[in-house]
């Protein structure tokens, strides 16, 4: 079973503050995604990767950095975090780009 | 995603009942995906059905595709309470992008 790992679960942190949400995965796989997910909205892609030291910017980019640091590692930045980051986060790994998506179980985020 | 849809937006039954989600897309795709989100998980593949298939089982679920109506469906025979989860489509295109759509709630009462 693909095994994809989010770190924190859970996060609050003030507006204007600096986030990290880690995802690391085991499968080997190539490709890496962050997603954010809201009410009304399903996923949206935000960044993704094809591999250590590469980035692709996805369809909801401002207000997020992304860093593939190694295959496993994908880290997904917010600088400067605001209310409208309030969201659901998930890290998922594909194998290429045209094959099964597997997902982690989310990062909550909350910006007060 | 304005690329891939599904409809209706949500769904109810009651356990034992057949149930049918719809999407429909607009761009050419190399494949289509389904997935299945329950509260508290993230998305998990349940079916791939490829551009030059029609029709593809995984157990109670069938889900076909039409390329020349760019549409596909996901059907659940039998359901069950556990069934109880938002449905999504993603389309595959030529650039290595999978889009999904809104995602579709269905609840299965017992």
């Known amino acids: 079973e693909a095994a994809v790992t989010q770190s924190p679960r859970n996060k609050v942190t003030v507006t204007g503050g600096n986030v990290t949400l880690s995802c690391r995965q085991t499968?080997?796989?190539?490709?890496m995604y962050w997603y954010r997910q809201d009410t009304g909205h399903g996923l949206r892609l935000i960044h993704y990767?094809?591999?250590?030291?590469?980035?692709q910017i996805g369809d909801v980019p401002d207000g997020y950095k992304a860093t593939r640091t190694t295959q496993e590692d994908f880290f997904l930045l917010l600088e400067l975090a605001s209310p409208s980051q309030t969201s659901l986060y998930f890290c998922?790994?594909?194998?290429?780009?045209?094959?099964?998506?597997?997902f982690g179980k989310g990062t909550r985020l909350t910006v007060v | 995603s304005q690329l891939a849809e599904e409809n209706p937006w949500a769904l109810s039954v009651h356990e034992g009942e057949s149930v049918t989600v719809n999407c429909s897309y607009k761009?050419?795709?190399?494949?289509l995906q389904w997935y299945r989100q329950k509260s508290g998980e993230g998305p998990a593949q349940l079916i791939l059905?490829?551009?030059?298939?029609r029709e593809k089982r995984n157990g109670r679920l069938r889900a076909t595709l039409d390329t020349s109506s760019q549409s596909s469906s996901l059907s659940i025979t039998a359901t069950r309470c556990e069934d109880t989860a938002v449905y999504f489509c993603?389309?595959?295109?030529?650039?290595?992008?999978?889009?999904f759509g809104d995602g579709t709630q269905l609840v299965v009462k017992p």
């Open positions: 059905i490829r551009s030059n298939e």
């Open positions: 499968n080997s796989h190539n490709y």
């Open positions: 990767s094809y591999g250590a030291g590469n980035l």
């Open positions: 993603a389309t595959e295109n030529n650039n290595n992008r999978i889009f």
């Open positions: 761009t050419s795709i190399t494949a």
């Open positions: 998922a790994s594909s194998s290429t780009g045209n094959t099964e998506v597997f």
